[in-house]
């Protein structure tokens, strides 16, 4: 497992500035955000949400990961039915800033990828239909979410591999196992190395 994290504040100014800066990568949305445990993100007291990127070789992936629902527009999902092909997860809500900084990257993800069989999905525990859909109107997203305000996709998520903060995005291997996760904002370059990867990787 590799973990790459931001370098560590040395001044009381510096601590302030990356707290800050954790605020407004990472959003809590009625207690999604937590703080990091010991095992899962080191060295870090404060809520998660700091773009930290954690990786698994094969042989020490968990899952597969097993998410099923409906999305806004009532239709079933379920990645089951993604087997074989690259899977990327983002937890998002509507008011959530770093989830609309990072809308435009994910969406162009799901669009220059699409040949090579790679699905995005969110999954949104926090809105009704209407902000969801508004939402991804207003960024011109061409991937289902789930409505999980049920909570039941996070949970299923949470069994497999810690979900502290949102946003997170988790990406999954062709067999459902989760090769990646980035806890709060993703940036485009780093999600798109995250798929390259997995896509190197020998199909099953």
Same mark, same amino acid.
């Given at each position: 497992?590799?973990?790459?994290?931001?370098?560590?504040?040395?001044?009381? +100014?510096?601590?302030?500035?990356?707290?800050?800066?954790?605020? @407004?990568?990472?959003?809590?949305? /009625?207690?999604?955000?937590? !703080?990091?445990?010991? $095992?899962?993100?080191?060295?870090? /007291?404060?809520?998660?949400?700091?773009?930290?990127?954690?990786?698994?070789?094969?042989? *020490?992936?968990?899952?597969?990961?097993?998410?099923?629902? !409906?999305? %806004?527009?009532?239709?079933?999902?379920?990645?089951? $039915?993604?087997?074989?092909?690259?899977?990327? @997860?983002?937890?998002?809500?509507?008011?959530?800033?770093?989830?609309?900084?990072?809308?435009? $990257? @994910?969406?162009?993800?799901?669009?220059?990828?699409?040949?090579?069989?790679?699905?995005?999905?969110?999954?949104?525990?926090?809105? *009704? +239909? /209407?902000? +969801?859909?508004? %939402?991804?109107?207003? %960024? $011109?997203?061409?991937?289902?979410?789930?409505?999980?305000?049920?909570?039941?996709?996070?949970?299923?998520?949470?069994?497999?591999?810690?979900?502290?903060?949102?946003?997170?995005?988790?990406?999954?291997?062709?067999?459902?196992?989760?090769?990646?996760?980035?806890?709060?904002?993703?940036? /485009?370059?780093?999600?798109? +190395?995250?798929? *390259?990867?997995?896509?190197?990787?020998?199909?099953?």
């Amino acid at each position: 497992m590799r973990t790459r994290h931001r370098p560590a504040a040395r001044s009381r +100014a510096a601590v302030l500035v990356a707290v800050a800066v954790v605020a @407004l990568a990472g959003c809590s949305a /009625g207690g999604g955000a937590g !703080t990091a445990s010991g $095992d899962d993100v080191p060295d870090q /007291g404060y809520v998660s949400g700091d773009g930290s990127v954690t990786q698994w070789e094969p042989g *020490d992936r968990q899952g597969p990961v097993e998410v099923a629902g !409906t999305d %806004f527009a009532g239709a079933p999902v379920d990645v089951a $039915d993604w087997r074989g092909e690259v899977v990327v @997860l983002n937890t998002w809500y509507a008011q959530c800033p770093p989830c609309r900084e990072e809308a435009p $990257d @994910l969406v162009a993800v799901a669009e220059d990828y699409a040949d090579q069989g790679v699905h995005v999905l969110g999954i949104n525990g926090v809105d *009704d +239909a /209407g902000a +969801a859909e508004s %939402f991804q109107e207003t %960024f $011109d997203v061409p991937y289902p979410s789930i409505d999980d305000r049920e909570k039941q996709a996070v949970a299923a998520l949470q069994g497999v591999v810690p979900i502290q903060a949102t946003p997170t995005t988790v990406v999954l291997d062709r067999e459902g196992h989760v090769a990646a996760r980035v806890v709060g904002l993703v940036e /485009g370059s780093t999600l798109r +190395a995250l798929v *390259d990867e997995v896509l190197a990787e020998d199909e099953p």
